[in-house]
């Protein structure tokens, strides 16, 4: 390997850490907005008809209960 290649290694290597970053705090700003931080929010819980109520991430929680 002579010096050219490690660059190129290390500049794809910092990009790919400096685009994680960014997207990140972009997510972060995003979905922090629509959290509601007012009082106790009701937990994740899973509907009669198998659908997710009070969660607005799109990833599900593994082994919610089901909703009272």
């Known amino acids: 390997m002579n010096l050219r290649d490690l660059a190129k290694g290390s500049s794809v290597f910092l990009g790919v850490i400096v685009a994680g970053y960014l997207s990140t705090s972009y ?7 629509q959290l509601d ?32």
């Open 37 to 68: 931080t007012s009082g106790l929010a009701a937990p994740a819980c899973v509907g009669e008809d198998g659908s997710w109520k009070n969660w607005l991430w799109p990833n599900v929680p593994a082994l919610s209960p089901k909703c009272p």
């Open 27 to 33: 997510v972060d700003r995003r979905f922090a907005s």
